[in-house]
T-cell receptor, first 117, second 115 residues
C-alpha cells in the first residue's frame, strides 16, 4: 500500500507563473489536508477537502490559491501568479476518517518544495 | 478555537543526554495529542499519540510523552538521545470542531544532537 504521494518534489517557478501541486492520498483515504511550511513558522493549515468538497479553507489566502479533490485523480493545490513569498514546502496529508468517527492518524506525503525566482 | 505552543524553536543537547521538548495547547473541547518528527527533506512521521487512558504514552525510537490536563501540556522526552534523533519535532492537537476533526500544529522544535 503506497503512502501519500506528492509531486513534484521540487518545483521552480518565475514570478507570475502558475504552480500546480499534486497529492495522491493513500488508497482508501477520502480526506485530504494541505499544509504550508514556512521557515521558522512551522506547519500552517491551509485547506481540508473530501472528495469533490471543500470542507474547511480557512487557512487559504483569499486570492490566487485554490484547491480541489475530484472524484477521480489526485488533489490539486493551485497557486496562480506566484510571488516570492509563496516559496515554501507544501505538505499533503490524508486520512480515512469519516465525519463523526475518530481516527488518530494522518499520513503525510514528503512534500513539494516550491521555489519562486 | 485551538492552538499549540512550542516555546523552544531550537534545542541543542549532547549525545546520550536526556532531552525534553515542551508543548502546551489550548482548546475549548477535548483533544487528542500527537508528536510528529520531520527529518531533513522528508515528510512528517508520527512519533506517538495520546487518545485516552494512561497519561504516559510511549512511542517509537525511545520517545515518550506525558499528558497533563491541568497544565494543558504534552511534553516529549527521551532519556538518552542519539545523533540520529537530530530532526524537527512538531506537537499537534486534534479535536472535533464544526463537525469534523481539525488538526493544529505547533511551530516546531529543532533538536540538534551534539556528538
Amino acid at each position: 500500500n503506497a503512502g501519500v504521494m506528492q509531486n513534484p518534489r521540487h518545483l521552480v517557478r518565475r514570478r507570475g507563473q502558475e504552480a500546480r501541486l499534486r497529492c495522491s492520498p493513500m488508497k482508501g483515504h477520502s480526506h485530504v489536508y494541505w499544509y504550508r511550511q514556512l521557515p521558522e513558522e512551522g506547519l500552517k493549515f491551509m485547506v481540508y477537502l473530501q472528495k469533490e468538497n471543500i470542507i474547511d479553507e480557512s487557512g487559504m489566502p483569499k486570492e490566487r490559491f485554490s484547491a480541489e479533490f475530484p472524484k477521480e485523480g489526485p488533489s490539486i493545490l493551485r497557486i496562480q501568479q506566484v510571488v516570492r513569498g509563496d516559496s515554501a514546502a507544501y505538505f499533503c496529508a490524508s486520512s480515512p476518517l469519516s465525519q463523526g468517527v475518530t481516527n488518530e492518524k494522518l499520513f503525510f506525503g514528503s512534500g513539494t518544495q516550491l521555489s519562486v525566482l | 478555537a485551538q492552538s499549540v505552543t512550542q516555546l523552544d524553536s531550537q534545542v541543542p543537547v549532547f549525545e546520550e543526554a536526556p532531552v525534553e521538548l515542551r508543548c502546551n495547547y489550548s482548546s475549548s473541547v477535548s483533544v487528542y495529542l500527537f508528536w510528529y518528527v520531520q527529518y531533513p527533506n522528508q515528510g512528517l512521521q508520527l512519533l506517538l499519540k495520546y487518545l485516552s487512558g494512561s497519561t504516559l504514552v510511549k512511542g517509537i525510537n525511545g520517545f515518550e510523552a506525558e499528558f497533563n490536563k491541568s497544565q494543558t501540556s504534552f511534553h516529549l522526552r527521551k532519556p538518552s538521545v542519539h545523533i540520529s534523533d537530530t530532526a524537527e519535532y512538531f506537537c499537534a492537537v486534534r479535536s472535533l470542531l464544526g463537525g469534523y476533526q481539525k488538526v493544529t500544529f505547533g511551530t516546531g522544535t529543532k533538536l540538534q544532537v551534539i556528538p
